[in-house]
């Protein structure tokens, strides 16, 4: 049903920037809107909010992120970018898209209230 693809992470030095892509696929539902969001999981811990876009462009990110991480959608690529600046070793960590349809989305296409990809990894040394 809803496809998610992230791509871009590896291995970089402190300092250094990254450019997370997450493309959304859903080939058999039409005129569905997606609020999106990146999180991330390093091992041994729980998997935390990182940042987020809605629909109307509206973004939010957790504190240690601000001002180095932007995210930003690009409507006609359906993907969805997470920037990176300045990454910190704490910064390490399986990063993971999601998508969560509109309410009334999911009751057309009985979809769930959110979808998550694979992952991709990004490594920060010191």
């Known amino acids: 049903q809803v496809h998610l693809v992230e791509s871009g992470g590896e291995t970089v030095q402190a300092g250094e920037s990254l450019r997370l892509s997450c493309t959304l696929s859903a080939p058999t539902i039409n005129g569905c809107m997606y609020d999106m969001s990146w999180h991330r999981q390093a091992p041994g811990k729980e998997r935390e909010f990182v940042a987020a876009i809605d629909t109307d462009g509206n973004t939010s990110f957790r504190d240690s992120v601000k001002g180095r991480f932007t995210i930003s959608h690009d409507n006609y690529r359906d993907t969805t970018y997470l920037q990176m600046n300045n990454l910190k070793p704490d910064d390490t960590a399986m990063y993971y898209c999601?998508?969560?349809?509109?309410?009334?989305?999911?009751?057309?296409?009985?979809?769930?209230?959110?979808?998550w990809g694979q992952g991709t990894q990004v490594t920060v040394s010191s």
């Open positions: 999601s998508a969560q349809p509109h309410s009334h989305c999911q009751l057309r296409w009985d979809l769930k209230d959110n979808y």
